[in-house]
Nanobody, 126 residues
Framework: VQLQASGGGLVQPGGSLRLSCVAS????????IGWFRQAPGKGREGVVCINSSDGKTFYEDFVRGRFTISRDNAKNTAYLQMNSLGLEDTAVYYC????????????????????WGQGTQVTVSS
């Protein structure tokens, strides 16, 4: 079971990036997917989660209206489109799958997310 996150990079404030999370050796559509981030010196925080069961999404307030999560089950891939990036968005971003088809009630906590990608660095700087 592997998750591979990619798409990070250096972007100016106000810019955009799209992160990808590809699953191998298992069907991503069976599980809810969460995106998390961890800034230097801070704990890992949930950003957004999407159910597999009904596509319902759960955004944290600090990204609502700027970030969009999506999934392409045919490609076994999830995406995080990030627009209007600010300095505060600088972090390592991780994707993870939940143990169930729905986002756990503990989200934005990391509990019940059992498979994690390796993380991709997003740096917002002028």
């Amino acid at each position: 079971v592997q998750l591979q996150a990619s798409g990070g990079g250096l972007v100016q404030p106000g810019g955009s990036l799209r992160l990808s999370c590809v699953a191998s050796e298992f069907a991503l559509d069976r599980y809810a997917i969460g995106w998390f981030r961890q800034a230097p010196g801070k704990g890992r925080e949930g950003v957004v989660c999407i159910n597999s069961s009904d596509g319902k999404t759960f955004y944290e307030d600090f990204v609502r209206g700027r970030f969009t999560i999506s999934r392409d089950n045919a490609k076994n891939t999830a995406y995080l489109q990030m627009n209007s990036l600010g300095l505060e968005d600088t972090a390592v971003y991780y994707c993870a799958t939940s143990v169930a088809p729905y986002c756990p009630h503990t989200f934005p906590g990391t509990k019940y997310f059992d498979h994690w990608g390796q993380g991709t660095q997003v740096t917002v700087s002028s």
